[in-house]
């Protein structure tokens, strides 16, 4: 394993002291890594308005005297060296960053704090949302998957951010948990650059060495059984949550949406392994594609999938299409789904968000299949919204999640 790594965190060069210095840099700036209030939408979002840009400058015309801030740095990035010999290989590169953990000051996503080891994801995913933090370099949102940037220095730094940056005593929540870090909201942590650069597995050491931390990782990939050891160390000490995401169980289907992920009978067992280690993982089945993988029976199937593989809870939001993500995925839908392709105008073209009747009706669905087959919530999202009526221990007993978890929805409810 290939940990990026380089010049030691910032120090004084005479006295090995550290610098009192500002760790959020322009280099990761927080728009571009907390993700867009798609996670929980409401209303309609005007893509005209979007405070992401439309039109970005092709490379050609990204003068390096004209770049600032991450732009900048992803223009002058040194191509990261790699193993890896295939012609359908994605560019690497070392993006020298100044900071791994990165606020995010939302108030509809369940958690304070990212951290994504790189930029770009070579899984390809056609529908993703995250293909806008590449405009923030000054590249198309087509390139997610092709220029994939190596995050510098991660375990030093991660350090120095958890030290000086995270509060145990999230103001949220005032006082009564700690602020919560995701990681992969915008990248997947363990898509095949992880094998050769080892970011994720540095960030995850770091952590381990931490108590009374809250901390969940997203990911498409069966790749992370690979860190069950880790895994197991920042759970015996902290809140930890893995969410799988699932969309379908069809494989052609699951390649042609998802076209260098894993098969869905591989994310299934790595849910089955990872239970089996004690740790406390859910399925995401997120994004609900209309027309797409949302037909009768199929969110149900995975639904029961997950619960045979001992998934503990279950959650799915429909499709949500920043400016960046429905230049890909339209003509896409109209090529590969022609028959879908007028409604997809109809509700994307303008819009970030299907309808609001079709979100409301999906909504129930998840509600109802949750109810079938005994899933409960994500306990992190509980955590943040129930802290008044019921808080959570800093050590999870995971085959006591769900119980838990029931508590506080009984609580809420009276």
């Given at each position: 394993?290939?940990?990026?790594?380089?010049?030691?965190?910032?120090?004084?060069?005479?006295?090995?002291?550290?610098?009192?210095?500002?760790?959020?840099?322009?280099?990761?700036?927080?728009?571009?890594?907390?993700?867009?209030?798609s996670w929980t939408p409401q209303g309609n979002q005007d893509l005209a308005a979007s405070p992401v840009r439309n039109d970005v400058a092709v490379s050609t015309e990204r003068a390096p005297a004209r770049l600032v801030g991450i732009a900048r740095l992803a223009?002058?990035?040194?191509?990261?060296?790699?193993?890896?010999?295939?012609?359908?290989?994605?560019?690497?590169?070392?993006?020298?960053?100044?900071?791994?953990?990165?606020?995010?000051?939302?108030?509809?996503?369940?958690?304070?704090?990212?951290?994504?080891?790189?930029?770009?994801?070579?899984?390809?995913?056609?529908?993703?949302?995250?293909?806008?933090?590449?405009?923030?370099?000054?590249?198309?949102?087509?390139?997610?998957?092709?220029?994939?940037?190596?995050?510098?220095?991660?375990?030093?730094?991660?350090?120095?951010?958890?030290?000086?940056?995270?509060?145990?005593?999230?103001?949220?929540?005032?006082?009564?948990?700690?602020?919560?870090?995701?990681?992969?909201?915008?990248?997947?942590?363990?898509?095949?650059?992880?094998?050769?650069?080892?970011?994720?597995?540095?960030?995850?050491?770091?952590?381990?060495?931490?108590?009374?931390?809250?901390?969940?990782?997203?990911?498409?990939?069966?790749?992370?059984?690979?860190?069950?050891?880790?895994?197991?160390?920042?759970?015996?000490?902290?809140?930890?949550?893995?969410?799988?995401?699932?969309?379908?169980?069809?494989?052609?289907?699951?390649?042609?949406?998802?076209?260098?992920?894993?098969?869905?009978?591989?994310?299934?067992?790595?849910?089955?392994?990872?239970?089996?280690?004690?740790?406390?993982?859910?399925?995401?089945?997120?994004?609900?594609?209309?027309?797409?993988?949302?037909?009768?029976?199929?969110?149900?199937?995975?639904?029961?999938?997950?619960?045979?593989?001992?998934?503990?809870?279950?959650?799915?939001?429909?499709?949500?299409?920043?400016?960046?993500?429905?230049?890909?995925?339209?003509?896409?839908?109209?090529?590969?789904?022609?028959?879908?392709?007028?409604?997809?105008?109809?509700?994307?073209?303008?819009?970030?968000?299907?309808?609001?009747?079709?979100?409301?009706?999906?909504?129930?669905?998840?509600?109802?299949?949750?109810?079938?087959?005994?899933?409960?919530?994500?306990?992190?999202?509980?955590?943040?919204?129930?802290?008044?009526?019921?808080?959570?221990?800093?050590?999870?007993?995971?085959?006591?999640?769900?119980?838990?978890?029931?508590?506080?929805?009984?609580?809420?409810?009276?």
């Open positions: 394993m290939q940990v990026v790594q380089g010049p030691a965190p910032v120090a004084d060069q005479l006295t090995g002291d550290r610098k009192t210095v500002d760790r959020d840099s322009d280099s990761n700036q927080t728009t571009a890594d907390c993700p867009p209030a223009a002058s990035s040194p191509p990261a060296e790699t193993r890896r010999r295939s012609l359908e290989k994605p560019e690497y590169f070392v993006l020298p960053v100044k900071s791994i953990l990165n606020r995010c000051d939302s108030k509809r996503v369940p958690f304070e704090w990212t951290i994504n080891p790189y930029r770009g994801c070579e899984f390809a995913c056609k529908y993703c949302y995250a293909r806008y933090t590449h405009e923030y370099m000054e590249l198309d949102g087509s390139e997610f998957e092709k220029k994939i940037y190596v995050k510098k220095n991660a375990a030093p730094l991660l350090a120095w951010d958890v030290a000086h940056k995270y509060s145990y005593e999230s103001e949220g929540s005032g006082g009564a948990r700690p602020d919560h870090i995701a990681i992969g909201t915008a990248t997947d942590p363990y898509q095949p650059a992880e094998r050769e650069y080892g970011v994720t597995r540095a960030c995850l050491e770091e952590l381990a060495k931490r108590e009374g931390l809250s901390v969940s990782i997203i990911t498409k990939s069966n790749q992370i059984v690979r860190d069950i050891d880790v895994l197991q160390r920042i759970a015996e000490r902290s809140n930890l949550g893995i969410d799988i995401t699932i969309t379908t169980l069809r494989a052609g289907l699951t390649r042609l949406l998802e076209p260098r992920a894993p098969r869905p009978d591989l994310r299934l067992a790595a849910v089955k392994q990872l239970r089996e280690a004690r740790l406390a993982v859910g399925v995401s089945a997120s994004p609900l594609i209309p027309g797409i993988t949302d037909r009768d029976g199929d969110l149900e199937a995975v639904a029961e999938a997950a619960k045979e593989a001992g998934a503990q809870w279950f959650f799915s939001g429909v499709l949500f299409l920043m400016p960046s993500s429905a230049r890909q995925f339209l003509p896409f839908v109209r090529e590969k789904f022609p028959r879908l392709a007028k409604q997809y105008e109809e509700w994307y073209a303008k819009n970030g968000y299907a309808p609001e009747e079709y979100r409301k009706k999906a909504s129930q669905r998840v509600t109802r299949i949750r109810e079938k087959f005994g899933f409960a919530t994500r306990p992190w999202v509980e955590a943040k919204g129930k802290v008044a009526c019921s808080q959570m221990t800093l050590s999870w007993d995971v085959d006591a999640v769900a119980p838990r978890v029931e508590r506080a929805q009984a609580c809420s409810a009276g």
